[in-house]
């Protein structure tokens, strides 16, 4: 993707723009319904209770967050709509607010209250540099909102951002979209690339590439309805997962075990061993974060058998054809229904194998400690 695109000299950050206003709470407006310019359906699908192994494991508050969606046999069918707003601020992970800053509400995705009002001191003070110094809105035409909470996420990317691209590009080519993206480092960079390459996207004529500073819009296009992260998952979203995946040929390893051994906290206790067995019992060890995109495709394309951490390598189950026997080896205290999703509008075999934490916090979360995996649970696990 180019290098980031960032907003006249002199334009604040969040963290400048928090000193100079008294924090104030932003107006929570919808989305107008005269904005829709393209309206879809999202087919209904039935959905199964995960099969669960510890289930005692989990924590009752973390349980009860989780069932209320495991328990729901028939997700019914909803609209999705692509809206065109004028005269809007895009800031920090998504959040858009009108002209006189207002925010509207169906851009808020799991931000913190703290996070929202940094947003709109900095939107606030940016309204008033921008009129002091007559600068204009970004005008080439319309730009499409793929940035969310969760930008540095493989998975969010690849199931929430990604896919309002491809409908965009597929269904809106006469607007000759370009599509905002957040500026990540590294290997998740080169990854967002190469999704939106495979998706026919020219990324040095229509992609811009921002942090979280406010940037100004005259003609902002916004998907809205697609997924809500925990709660819902269109199947819209695996047509481009599927555009991604369409002329990559599957690898020839039939059996994954997908490894964080690199990522440093949620690993399995004596994973060396754990490796071992499941290279004995013809697994290929894979780390997808260390693989370009072309090549994790190809793996999980190709894998009947497919065994790993709940993490954001795991997403690449959307790419395993349906009936694909997947077991997410998951910390006891974990709140996630995502993995469950995909599994679910894919059509696989989901085992989810609760395990008990082990060692200090080593991530951000407080499940990202170690994990036990018992000796029964291995074996299963493996068993022919």
């Known amino acids: 993707m180019p290098a ?25 407006i919808s989305l107008p319904d005269d904005a829709v310019i393209l ?45 065109r707003l004028s005269d809007v601020w895009v800031a920090m992970e998504g959040l858009v607010f009108d002209r006189d800053g207002n925010l509207y509400r169906e851009t808020i995705t799991q ?54 691209a491809h409908i965009v590009h597929s269904r809106l080519p006469e607007l000759d979209a370009r599509f905002l993206v957040a500026d990540v480092p590294g290997r998740l960079r080169e990854t967002m690339a190469h999704s939106l390459a495979m998706l026919g996207i020219d990324l040095a004529r229509r992609t811009i590439v921002v942090d979280d500073a406010p940037r100004r819009f005259a003609d902002l296009l916004v998907v809205d309805g697609l ?23 599957p690898a020839g390893a039939e059996r994954l075990f997908v490894t964080r051994q690199a990522t ?21 060890l894979v780390d997808p974060g260390a693989l370009p995109l072309p090549e994790q495709v190809a793996l999980f394309k190709g894998a009947t058998r497919i065994v790993g951490v709940m993490g954001a390598a795991m997403t690449n189950i959307a790419f395993a054809p349906p009936g694909a026997c997947v077991v997410n080896l998951t ?5 996630d229904t995502f993995f469950w999703f995909i599994a679910t509008l894919r059509g696989l075999d989901y085992t989810e194998i609760r395990c008990a934490p082990s060692g200090p916090v080593r991530g951000t979360m407080p499940w990202d400690t170690d994990l036990i995996l018992s000796p029964d649970d291995r074996d299963s696990i493996f068993a022919d």
């Not at 999202?42 to 669960?52: E, I, K, N, Q, V």
């Not at 060396?272 to 290929?284: I, N």
């Not at 910390?331 to 709140?335: L, Q």
């Open 111 to 164: 931000h913190s209250e703290a996070e929202v009002d940094l947003a709109h001191e900095a939107v606030l003070a940016s309204i008033e540099r921008w009129a002091d110094l007559g600068w204009d809105a970004d005008r080439e035409g319309p730009v499409l909102l793929c940035k969310k909470r969760g930008v540095g996420n493989y998975g969010h990317w690849m199931m929430e951002m990604l896919p309002k």
């Open 4 to 28: 980031s695109r960032r907003g006249p000299p002199g334009e604040g950050t969040a963290q400048d723009a928090s000193w100079n206003f008294i924090r104030m709470r932003p107006t929570v």
């Open 331 to 335: 910390p006891a205290g974990m709140p």
């Open 39 to 83: 309206a879809l359906t999202s087919p209904g699908f039935d959905a199964g209770y995960p099969r669960l192994v510890n289930k005692p494991l989990i924590p009752p508050p973390i349980l009860q967050s989780m069932e209320w969606a495991w328990n729901t046999a028939r997700f019914p069918e909803r609209p999705v709509r692509v809206l």
């Open 227 to 249: 997924s809500e992260h925990g709660g819902f998952m269109s199947p819209l979203v695996l047509d481009g997962v599927d555009r991604v995946a369409r002329d990559v040929v």
């Open 264 to 284: 440093g906290f949620r690993r399995v206790v004596d994973e060396d061993d754990l490796t071992a067995h499941a290279e004995a019992h013809g697994y290929t």
